[in-house]
Antibody, heavy 122, light 107 residues
Framework: EALLVESGGGSIHPGGSLRLSCAAS????????MNWVRQAPGKGLEWVSY????????YYADSVKGRFLISRDNAKNSLYLQMNNLRADDTGVYYC???????????????WGQGTVVTVSS | DIQVTQSPSSLSASVGDRVTITCRTS??????LHWFKQRPGRAPNLLIY???TLQSGVPSRFSGSGSGTGFSLTISSLQPEDFGTYYC?????????FGQGTKLEIK
């Protein structure tokens, strides 16, 4: 069974840093693109960042560009999100999500972790 | 950026009702339009991918349709376990974007 488990969340003061991890199991991690998605308390889903299967290509939401860094270690079946210069509006649940791509342009986020909570407050 | 607009933002329906949620994108997204359901305190769950393909394990009462910039998710006969918040998402171009969500309540 494909599984994603996030860790690394916690409470941090504004301006601080956190590193989130996402451990993958039950599938060939190196074959899949991966994403981070977050959800502020009581709000909707916000896509944060993407990384290609090999790690060579990354994209970020404007709200985190220049502060967050996505990376992966395919040998360790792990995805990471380094979050720097954290702000109060970065508070929320952070999910990692597997993105599959099939022929004929079929794709989607099919596997999600349970989420890890990040709280940025003074 | 591609804007994704869902409607309605909330709705209340009875068991057995046919329910439709719509999603409009600001640009054509080809077939890169997907639907998720989320229960409180839980991770989102993929229902429909690429406009109309039912994800494995999702009941057949769920269906998706549309093209261009207009899409819809339909539940043919609402069941009690269908309460939650539904989101559409485009993955045609970065930044990926989600609709604001539709909160579905069972009467």
């Amino acid at each position: 069974e494909a599984l994603l488990v996030e860790s690394g969340g916690g409470s941090i003061h504004p301006g601080g840093s956190l590193r989130l991890s996402c451990a993958a199991s039950g599938f060939k991690f190196s074959d899949f693109e991966m994403n981070w998605v977050r959800q502020a308390p009581g709000k909707g889903l916000e896509w944060v960042s993407y990384i290609f299967s090999s790690g060579t290509t990354t994209y970020y939401a404007d709200s985190v560009k220049g502060r967050f860094l996505i990376s992966r270690d395919n040998a360790k079946n792990s995805l990471y999100l380094q979050m720097n210069n954290l702000r109060a509006d970065d508070t929320g649940v952070y999910y990692c999500a597997r993105e599959f791509s099939l022929l004929r342009g079929l794709d989607g986020f099919d596997i999600w972790g349970q989420g890890t909570v990040v709280t940025v407050s003074s | 950026d591609i804007q994704v607009t869902q409607s309605p933002s909330s709705l209340s329906a009875s068991v057995g009702d046919r329910v439709t949620i719509t999603c409009r994108t600001s640009l054509i997204v080809s077939n890169h339009l997907h639907w998720f359901k989320q229960r409180p305190g839980r991770a989102p769950n993929l229902l429909i991918y690429s406009i109309s393909t039912l994800q494995s394990g999702v009941p057949s009462r769920f269906s998706g349709s549309g093209s261009g910039t207009g899409f819809s998710l339909t539940i043919s006969s609402l069941q009690p376990e269908d309460f939650g918040t539904y989101y559409c998402q485009q993955t045609y171009s970065f930044p990926y974007t989600f609709g604001q969500g539709t909160k579905l309540e069972i009467k």
